[in-house]
């Protein structure tokens, strides 16, 4: 069993900062690749941003700048620095995390429930 908990989500005025927290805990043998998703209202689910074991990163276009994912591996931890947040990052933030749950496994895809970011104008 697996289980990714995020943390950090809430309400923030337009130009504010939010860090969302996740850590995965349960049979983990190691962690690839980590990161975040969002869905807002009516829209699909998209990429904010990725980080591999190693440390490389990406982002979307619309968080680059202003977005910093960070992971801490001994805590199995990930993290999104969310700085001059903008109406338009509203929506629930999701953590995953592709991950083996024993040597010789493939890596599966695990997802948190989701932290509800709302930024005001």
């Known amino acids: 069993q697996v289980q990714l908990v995020e943390s950090g989500g809430g309400l923030v005025q337009a130009g504010g900062s939010l860090r969302l927290s996740c850590a995965a805990s349960?049979?983990?043998?190691?962690?690839?690749?980590m990161g975040w998703y969002r869905q807002a209202p009516g829209k699909q689910r998209e990429l904010v941003a990725a980080?591999?074991?190693?440390?490389?990163?990406n982002y979307a276009d619309s968080v680059k700048g202003r977005f910093t994912t960070s992971r801490d591996n001994a805590k199995n931890t990930v993290y999104l620095q969310m700085n001059s947040l903008k109406p338009e990052d509203t929506a629930v933030y999701y953590c995953?995390?592709?991950?083996?749950?024993?040597w010789g496994t493939g890596g599966m895809d695990y997802w948190g429930k989701g932290t509800l970011v709302t930024v005001s104008s």
């Open positions: 995953y995390a592709n991950l083996l749950t024993g």
């Open positions: 349960g049979t983990i043998f190691r962690i690839n690749a």
């Open positions: 980080i591999t074991s190693g440390g490389s990163t």
